[in-house]
């Protein structure tokens, strides 16, 4: 399937997917200061140009980065469109553990003044 024909769903799954490894984390972490070249993102890790470029492709097809090329330095930018869709989603839920756990204080408060009498 090709990333114009991407439903929003599969959108998500490409964010969550990419968010969920820490090295992916830190770059988005690093990226979020500023674009940053390639080799720049890859000196604190100690990884290989190419293990890193793993990940940005995987951060890129998520749509998290741009990828820009001059020459031979390749730089990436942070993109907040997609991160804004997932924090969408995520406060879809946001309210349903926020009554969860009003629910919960409630419950441990009557069960402590039951407990006093």
């Known amino acids: 399937m090709s990333e114009t024909t991407l439903s929003a769903d599969d959108g998500l799954d490409l964010i969550f997917q990419a968010l969920a490894n820490r090295t992916r984390r830190a770059l988005i972490d690093r990226l979020a200061r500023g674009p940053a070249m390639v080799t720049e993102l890859a000196r604190p890790f100690g990884m290989s140009l190419n293990a890193i470029s793993k990940h940005l492709i995987v951060l890129e097809r998520a749509g ?26 995520l406060a879809a839920y946001r309210e349903f553990w926020s009554g969860q756990l009003d629910n919960l204080a409630g419950f441990v408060e009557t069960g402590s003044a039951e407990k006093e009498k």
């Not at 998290?64 to 989603?89: F, N, T």
């Open 64 to 89: 998290l980065i741009d990828r820009s090329i001059e020459g031979r330095v390749h730089s990436c930018a942070l993109q907040v469109g997609p991160m804004a869709s997932a924090e969408d989603w």
